[in-house]
Structure formats: C-alpha cells, structure tokens
C-alpha cells in the first residue's frame, strides 16, 4: 500500500496508523475513497465517524491489506503496508463486520480454534491465553455455553477476546457496537476504555456520533469518502459557536432580546428559546440582565457546549444522517 515510493516522514513512522493519498475505486467506478490524509496518534481512542457508506469500511480493508487501493498509501505501526503485512500484522487485532463464529462451539472452543489457526501461538499456554482473553472480556462464566445461545453483545465481546488473544499494539474495530442494545453497546465501550488504558491503540469506526464523544479522544470524520476533519475531540467541537437556552414562559420576548443581541438561528419549543452563540458574544450575565430589562421572565437559562454533532454540520452544512 506504501509501494508508490513516497517515504515515509517522521509522523508517519511515529503514528499508529498513517495514510497518504489513500483511494479506492471500485471496478463500477464507484470512487468509495478519495485522496485520504488520515494520522492516528499512538495511544489514542481514535473515533473514524462517517453515515453508511462513506468509505469507512473500505478504508479499514486497505489498512489491513484485504483490499488493494487504487493509488496512495498508507502504514500501520509505521510499517508500510501493505509489504510489511507479516511483520506487523500480528501486532494488530482486528474485528471487521462482525466476528465469524462457531455456534455448535462453546465460547471457550471458538476462542482455541481461533488460537490454533495462529502458527505463532504456543500450544502448551493455549489454555491459559484462551482463560486470559475470555476473562478480559467478562465472558467466563458463559465460556462453556455454545455461541449460538450468545446474545449479540456476548457474541460481539467473543470476537474481541479472539483479537486479544496475543497483546495488540493496535485494535482495528470496524463498529463494534453496531446491532448492540444500550446495556451491549456500554460494555463495548468500557471495554475499550480498559484497553486504552493499558496502552493499547484502538481505531474504531461508528456511525453514532455520541458514541464517539463518550469513549474517542480522537476522531475524523468521513463524509462521501473524503475526510473533512480530523482531530482531538475536545478540539474539534471547540471550534464551534455554543448555543444558549433560555427557558421562559415569555419565548417571543426573549426571542427578541436574544436577536436583538447577535444570536442567530433562533428556535422556540413551548418555553425553550435557543439560539447560537456569536463569535463576539455578549458576556452572559449582559445577556441575562437584558432579558430581565425587557421583563422576560426567566425560568431557565444555560449554555451547551457544541457536540461533534455541531462541529459536523458546521463543517458540512448537511445534517448527520445515520441511514447515510
Ligand atoms: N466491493 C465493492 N464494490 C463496489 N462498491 C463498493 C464495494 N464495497 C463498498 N462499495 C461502495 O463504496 C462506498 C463506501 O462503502 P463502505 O462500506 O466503505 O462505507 P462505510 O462508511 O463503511 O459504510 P457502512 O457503515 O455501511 O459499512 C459505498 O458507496 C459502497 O456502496
């Protein structure tokens, strides 16, 4: 994948995963990837946000040297791939749609035969690394029930002990939270929580964008197969006007003020008027004297930090369409 003959710079050595002009098209010429500039930071949580389709799971194929791209490149533990794939593909754990399990197997005989297609795992502590991954993902007790009888949430924590079955630098999860109910898609998450905090780079893509502000400290965003931003996510809504909230039993009145004062796209519901923050916005306390001036009566009255929700639109001007 890095075979255009480009070098590859320091930060491209240093991160976890870096890319260059990666692109994909597709034989019916569907350009699913464009020209992707991608640098994910070692130790990250690193967010890879797109609606369906846009290009996300192809990008994970090319890193992972299932799929060739077009043109461009990109490196995996600042090796190139996709030449340096036996090298370092044993340092990488990877779950891409959805993990291919045995039902007739219990849990624990998934997890063996996963061990055992491994040439470089050692059949004497098989046992032990098999107990190890099973238990890193809370599923011991269940290890000798038949993975059929697995709730998709019990399912989907199967396939990541088999990605955690040797110690990965790096974890590719392509949504690991996808079909997952609210209870599923928490254990994913603390789940990732503990492996980062043990050091371990994981890139993780979703289409949830709270999802991705509760567990990412880094995230892109995909939009028709280009990437339209990258970053810290506290930077990256940041960047983006707030809103105010002014509960009161008076939303015209206040509608008013709040214009009147540099806010712009007003909404009213019932008694809720909101409204964006200008960049050059009054101090609050100005904003609050003033409604009570105009003899708005005031029930409620707070800022929201911008979301990555925000930021998306903002950087778009298209709303984030999870049915893409
Ligand atoms: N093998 C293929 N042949 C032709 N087109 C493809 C192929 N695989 C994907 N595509 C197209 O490429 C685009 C990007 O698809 P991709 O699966 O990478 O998106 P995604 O962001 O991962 O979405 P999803 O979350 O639905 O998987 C889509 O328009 C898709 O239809």
């Avoid at 590859?8 to 569907?30: C, E, N, S, V, W």
């Avoid at 794939?85 to 996963?114: H, K, M, Q, S, W």
């Amino acid at each position: 994948m890095a075979g255009d003959g480009r070098a590859a710079g320091p930060p491209a050595r240093q991160a976890a995963i870096a890319t260059h002009g990666l692109t994909k098209r597709f034989r019916g010429g569907q350009l699913a990837v464009d020209g992707l500039e991608l640098t994910v930071p070692r130790g990250s949580v690193f967010g890879f946000l797109g609606p369906n389709g846009s290009g996300k799971t192809t990008t994970i194929r090319m890193l992972l040297g299932l799929i060739e791209p077009t043109s461009g490149g990109g490196y995996l533990l600042g090796e190139p791939m996709p030449r340096a794939a036996r090298r370092v593909l044993p340092r990488v754990g990877a779950l891409i749609e959805g993990p291919a399990l045995y039902p007739f197997l219990t849990g624990r005989d998934n997890l063996v035969r996963f061990d055992a297609a491994d040439p470089t795992a050692d059949p004497r502590t098989r046992g032990a690394r098999v107990d190890a991954a099973l238990e890193r993902v809370g599923l011991a007790a269940a290890a000798g029930k038949k993975a059929r009888a697995y709730s998709l949430g019990m399912k989907q924590r199967l396939g990541l002990a088999s990605a955690l079955l040797q110690p990965r630098e790096l974890l590719v999860l392509d949504e690991p939270t996808n079909g997952l109910d609210p209870q599923g898609m928490r254990e994913i998450r603390g789940l990732v929580r503990e492996l980062a905090a043990d050091g371990t780079t994981v890139f993780l893509s979703s289409h949830l964008l709270d999802e991705i502000e509760q567990v990412c400290t880094h995230a892109a965003v995909m939009s028709r197969g280009r990437l339209i931003v990258q970053g810290a996510v506290a930077e990256l809504s940041a960047g983006v006007r707030g809103r105010l909230t002014v509960t009161t039993p008076d939303p015209a009145e206040a509608g008013r003020v709040l214009k009147e004062h540099g806010l712009s796209v007003l909404t009213a519901d019932g008694d809720e008027v909101s409204g964006e923050l200008p960049d050059d916005a009054p101090d609050l306390a100005v904003l609050n004297a003033a409604l009570v001036a105009a003899g708005v009566r005031v029930r409620g009255f707070g800022r929201q930090r911008a979301s990555l929700e925000d930021a998306f639109v903002a950087l778009t001007g298209e709303g984030f369409d999870v049915a893409g």
